[in-house]
């Protein structure tokens, strides 16, 4: 079975110790509870935990800390992240669906694509505790595993429960799920998602053993901008994006428009990305492909994903790239693009108001010289002041 849980977080800075955000308390303004700008003095109270917080003229003050931050200073983002708890970054509402490891492949996807999610956590009713994370990822391994022909039915979509195909798949797989604490840093979090490649991280109460919420690169880097002309700017963000190395310049993941939508997949899989430049003979870029566009087609060969299993039109995947694309959904992400010579700060601007996990560096000819993703910006922000190279652990 799957269910949807509407979640609605107090804002408390003590989640474990306070006893009052599990019965009706007030959710508090995202200023009251952690870094604020303050442009005049004041004072504000916290009702959960009676902490009053004084705010003072051009500075920073966390509850019960004296730490400042300087002008100019590189490590000003890990130092934000460090200050931070992932209790902080969970959105004041939210959605979350879990299901229930005997459910079936084809339903649980039904239920992702229905409510406009990518991922959910699974619970194990006879372990009795959450054993992992069914993602769009999932769906298109299921696709590349199985799929044969279009003349060869693929019965197992059809047929599968979760933890058949977990046994299937993840037989020589690491099966421990990665999760962190509300109470935890966003330093951690970050290097959590980065280091175990993951693109999403359950949060889950150590105390009641709940998933209070899903943390991703992009709720992450948008809680940062919430407060990004709040400091002090750091002079690299200034600086053009060729000069900072941020991204992936190299080896970079295309496919043509001429390639089948399986070759499509066969990248997803071997590279593990998660969203793939379309570009025409001569490299220019045409489109963007992502893996939630993979459940979301439609058109005279697909339907959307509610049409998609009842008709059993998966099957057909030797369809090429260029229908696939416009057999999309009405959802589509788009192409995003930079440009070399962009800063740092103009990209994260663009990337933060579009709502898009990566932007496709191109030059002046519309040529795909490399991609910037949520994880180099996090990489290069929060980790590398940090000397850290999550990346390539």
Not at 40 to 66: N, P
Not at 133 to 139: C, K, R, S
Not at 164 to 193: G, M
Request: some cysteine; glycine content about 4%.
């Amino acid at each position: 079975m799957w269910r949807m849980f509407p979640l609605l977080c107090c804002r408390c800075p003590s989640p474990r110790r306070c006893r009052k955000r599990r019965n009706k308390v007030r959710p508090q303004p995202l200023a009251a509870r952690i870094w604020i700008w303050a442009a005049h003095s004041c004072l504000c109270v916290c009702e959960c935990s009676h902490v009053a917080i004084r705010l003072c003229d051009q500075l920073f003050i966390k509850c019960a800390t004296t730490g400042f931050l300087t002008e100019r200073d590189a490590a000003v983002y890990m130092s934000f992240m460090k200050n931070h708890s992932c209790y902080d970054a969970i959105p004041t509402s939210c959605k979350l669906v879990i299901f229930d490891t005997k459910l079936q492949v084809k339903r649980a996807f039904l239920a992702l694509v229905a409510n406009g999610l990518r991922a959910a956590p699974l619970w194990d009713s006879k372990l009795q505790r959450f054993v992992g994370m069914l993602t769009i990822t999932d769906f298109i391994n299921i696709l590349h595993y199985y799929y044969r022909s279009p003349m060869v039915q693929m019965y197992e979509l059809e047929s599968h429960k979760i933890e058949t195909w977990r046994d299937v798949y993840l037989q020589s797989s690491n099966r421990i799920l990665i999760s962190i604490s509300p109470e935890a840093s966003l330093f951690d979090a970050v290097y959590s998602l980065l280091k175990y490649k993951i693109h999403r991280l359950p949060v889950i109460d150590p105390e009641s053993g709940n998933v209070l919420h899903i943390l991703t690169h992009k709720r992450i880097l948008k809680f940062l901008h919430i407060f990004w002309k709040k400091f002090p700017k750091p002079a690299f963000v200034s600086r053009q994006i060729q000069e900072l190395g941020i991204g992936t310049f190299k080896n970079i993941a295309t496919v043509q428009q001429t390639a089948t939508l399986y070759d499509a997949l066969a990248i997803f899989v071997e590279r593990r990305v998660s969203a793939l430049p379309v570009v025409d003979e001569q490299g220019k870029v045409v489109s963007l492909y992502s893996r939630f566009d993979v459940i979301t087609l439609q058109g005279s060969m697909f339907a959307p994903l509610q049409n998609l299993a009842a008709r059993k039109s998966y099957n057909n995947l030797d369809m090429p790239m260029r229908d696939a694309v416009h057999g999309r959904s009405c959802f589509i992400e788009g192409v995003i693009k930079c440009y070399p010579y962009e800063t740092l700060e103009t990209i994260i601007d663009r990337i933060v108001h579009a709502e898009v996990h990566r932007l496709v560096l191109v030059d002046r000819a519309n040529v795909v010289k490399g991609i910037i993703s949520l994880s180099d910006l996090l990489q290069g922000m929060v980790l590398t002041p940090a000397g850290i190279d999550a990346l390539l652990s």
